[in-house]
C-alpha cells in the first residue's frame, strides 16, 4: 500500500509542476520578459534566454511530465494488482486494475492538467522567476532528449523559428490596455496613430498650396507690415519666379526685427533661410523624422514630377500623432485641407457656370441668325 501511494504521489505531483510550468511559460508575454531582463535580474536573463528558444523548455517539460504519467501509470497498476491479490486473491483482478487506471486518468485530468493549468495562466508573473530556475535545470538535465527531439521537430519545420509582433497585434495591445483601464482614452489614441504613422502619406495631412501664403522675394519688408494676412503665420514660404521656384522660407520675427531695425527697404529674399524638401508619397513618419532631425518647423512638399503640392509644417505630423486639431486664438480656419477642398470647388462651380454661360451665348447667336436668314 505504501509504494502505492508513493506512485500515486508522484505521477499527480510531477504533472502537477509540469502542467503548471507549461502553462506559465505560454502565458509569459515578450513584454515582461524583457521588463524583467532589463531589470537586471538572474531570472529575467534566464527567462530571455528560455523565450528565445521556447522549443527546449517545452520539449523539456513534455518530455518529464510523459514520463511521470507512463511510470506512475506503470506503477499505480502493479501495485494495485499486488495489493488485490494479497488481500483477496486473483478475482475480480483484472477490474480492480481497470478501476484504479479510471480513477488515475481522472486524477490526473483534475489534479495535473486542470487545476495547475489554470494556475498557470491566471499567477503565471508569480510562478516565472521560480519557472525560469527549474526550466533550465531540466534542460540540462534531459538535454539528450531535447537534441533528439529537436532534430525530429527541425525535420518538420524545416529548422525555421520566428517569433515577430506585428502592427496589428500591437494596435491590439493598446486596445486591450484600453479596455482594462491602463490607459485611457486619448493615451490608446495616440498610441494606434503613433503604430499608423508610417502608412499615412504626406499628401493626405499636407497644406495644399492653393491656401498656402506664400511672399514674392522681391516685396520689401515694410510692404508686409501692413498685410495683416501674412503676418497672421509664424513662417512663410518665399518665392522666386513663381509657385513652383520655392526659395526658402522668412520667420515672422526676422520680418518684425527688421521693421524694428527701420529696414524697411530689406527684401524677403534676404531674409528667408534654405527650406528643405519632402515628397508627396512619403510618409508622416519619415518626415517627423526631418523635423526632429533637422530641427525645423515646415518642411516643402514636392510632387513626382519635382511641383510643388504644399507645405507640411510640424504642427501637421503632431495633429496627425494626437488625431486632433491643434487651434489657436487667430486661427480662422481649422482645416487647411478642407478650406482647399471647398475653394476647390468654388473654382470647378464657377467654370462649368462660365462655360454654361458661353454655351448658352452660342446657341443665342446661332439662333439669331438663322432666323436672320429665315427673314431673308
Known amino acids: 500500500m505504501f509504494w502505492l501511494m508513493v506512485y500515486l504521489a508522484l505521477a499527480l505531483g510531477i504533472s502537477f509542476i509540469c502542467s503548471l510550468l507549461e502553462a506559465t511559460m505560454l502565458s509569459m508575454t515578450p513584454a515582461y520578459v524583457e521588463m524583467q531582463f532589463h531589470g537586471g535580474k538572474r531570472a529575467g536573463r534566464l527567462l530571455r534566454r528560455l523565450q528565445q528558444r521556447i522549443d527546449r523548455p517545452l520539449i523539456a517539460i513534455l518530455t518529464l511530465n510523459t514520463i511521470a504519467n507512463t511510470f506512475g501509470a506503470m506503477g ?22 481497470a478501476i484504479s487506471s479510471g480513477l488515475l486518468t481522472l486524477g490526473i485530468l ?19 522567476p521560480t519557472f525560469a530556475y527549474i526550466a533550465t535545470g531540466l534542460i540540462y538535465l534531459l538535454f539528450p532528449f531535447i537534441l533528439l527531439f529537436e532534430w525530429l521537430s527541425g525535420l518538420i519545420s524545416y529548422g525555421r523559428y520566428q517569433q515577430k509582433t506585428s502592427l496589428e497585434e500591437l494596435m491590439q495591445i493598446a486596445l486591450i490596455g484600453k479596455r482594462e483601464g491602463t490607459l485611457v482614452d486619448r493615451e490608446s489614441k495616440v498610441i494606434m496613430n503613433l503604430l499608423k504613422l508610417r502608412k499615412i502619406k504626406v499628401a493626405d495631412v499636407m497644406t495644399p498650396r492653393n491656401v498656402v501664403t506664400m511672399l514674392a522675394r522681391t516685396m520689401p519688408v515694410s510692404q508686409i507690415a501692413n498685410d495683416e494676412s501674412a503676418l497672421r503665420y509664424s513662417r512663410l514660404p518665399v518665392y522666386g519666379q513663381g509657385v513652383d521656384d520655392i526659395v526658402g522660407v522668412v520667420h515672422r520675427y526676422d520680418i518684425f526685427k527688421a521693421i524694428c531695425a527701420g529696414k524697411g527697404d530689406m527684401t524677403v529674399g534676404e531674409l528667408c533661410s534654405e527650406i528643405h524638401a519632402v515628397p508627396e508619397l512619403g510618409s508622416v513618419s519619415n518626415a517627423l523624422d526631418e523635423f526632429i532631425g533637422r530641427r525645423e518647423h515646415i518642411l516643402l512638399v514636392m510632387d513626382e514630377y519635382g511641383g510643388v503640392s504644399g507645405i507640411l509644417t510640424l504642427e501637421d505630423a503632431i ?25 476647390g470647388k468654388k473654382r470647378r462651380n464657377r467654370m462649368l457656370g462660365i462655360l454654361s454661360n458661353s454655351i448658352q451665348n452660342k446657341n443665342n447667336s446661332r439662333t439669331k441668325t438663322n432666323s436672320n436668314y429665315s427673314d431673308e
Not at 500623432?321 to 471647398?342: C, H, K, Q, S, T
Open 319 to 343: 495633429e496627425t500623432l494626437l488625431g486632433i486639431e491643434i487651434v489657436d486664438e487667430y486661427d480662422e480656419v481649422e482645416d487647411m485641407r478642407m478650406l482647399a477642398l471647398r475653394l
Open 76 to 97: 499505480v497498476g502493479t501495485q494495485v494488482y499486488k495489493v488485490w491479490t494479497t488481500n483477496f486473491g486473483t478475482g475480480f483482478v483484472g477490474r480492480a486494475v
Open 110 to 128: 483534475v489534479f495535473s492538467e486542470i487545476i495547475p493549468k489554470t494556475l498557470g495562466a491566471v499567477s503565471w508573473k508569480r510562478v516565472a
